[in-house]
């Protein structure tokens, strides 16, 4: 909770939307500091949990029911296909439909919005990436002698995580056509939506 309450005293006024992996605690956490944010499960964490309960000869058809659980148009859909899921595998694997049940809240946060902004807010992989790339860097160097010899040391070793900037022009234009829909979504919160 110190970093929540660190970032709100940096100035952060507004935070829309936390993606988490299941971190227990967390969404009362962030809804304690930042009272409209909307915790949402990583879809990806819940598919990887998901097939850590099932016998790897199952996966492809596991996957395959999964997909209609997360890429369903409604809540009511993905319930549907949820208890589809939990009538074919609850059997053989009761944990599935448990763990569903217990994230099931954090994830239909991920259905009330377009197909734009499900692709960004899909997983907190690349943000994991970034966390374990830094991670390495301090590792490796020990210490350093000020705080800001350290954030010059991340912010150099960034730009070489994408030499070739393909990275970035992917994200960019799978970011463009999610920034327009979230300033319709929440563009009440979103001010600097109105100068898009």
Wanted: charged fraction near 20%; glycine fraction near 6%; charge should be neutral.
């Amino acid at each position: 909770m110190s970093v929540l309450t660190d970032l709100q005293n940096r100035g952060v006024r507004d935070v829309f939307v936390v993606v988490c992996d299941g971190l227990k605690g967390l969404p009362d956490s962030v809804n304690a500091v930042f009272s409209q944010a909307i915790v949402q499960a990583c879809v990806i964490h819940l598919i990887r949990a998901t097939l850590g309960y099932a016998s790897r000869k199952y996966w492809d058809q596991l996957a395959g029911d999964l997909h209609r659980i997360y890429n369903a148009p409604t809540v009511e859909a993905a319930w549907a296909a949820f208890e589809e899921l939990e009538e074919k595998w609850g059997g053989p694997y009761p944990a599935i439909p448990n763990l569903w049940r217990a994230a099931w809240e954090e994830f239909t946060a991920f259905l009330a919005y377009d197909v734009e902004i499900r692709r960004v807010l899909f997983s907190t992989n690349a943000i994991e990436t970034l966390n374990a790339r830094y991670w390495r860097a301090v590792t490796a160097k020990g210490h350093f002698p000020t705080q800001q010899a350290a954030l010059k040391t991340l912010y150099l070793l960034t730009p070489g995580m994408d030499p070739k900037g393909t990275g970035q022009a992917r994200w960019t234009m799978r970011w463009k056509p999610a920034l327009n829909a979230f300033a319709v979504t929440i563009a009440d919160r979103m001010p600097a939506a109105e100068n898009l």
